[in-house]
């Protein structure tokens, strides 16, 4: 490796076009309500639903394999 103060970056990160086009062409993300705290109430609410929804459905599926594990070792 040399020394000579180049800055390494990932593949895929882009390159001085794209950092420039990105910082200049994106524009900041305050001018939108919500981008930083993550969309609206009702797409929140929706995350919520769904993610208790998973959770109850793999609490079930643990339910039924310890149910038949034990149903196993009666026989």
Do not use: C, H
């Amino acid at each position: 490796m040399s020394d000579d103060g180049a800055i390494t970056r990932a593949p895929g990160e882009g390159g001085r076009l794209m950092r420039w086009a990105f910082r200049n062409l994106a524009g900041p993300a305050e001018g939108v309500q919500g981008a930083v705290q993550g969309g609206s109430a009702e797409a929140r609410e929706a995350w919520k639903r769904d993610l208790a929804e998973r959770k109850r459905y793999t609490r079930e599926q643990r339910e039924q394999k310890r149910a038949a594990r034990e149903a196993g070792r009666r026989s």
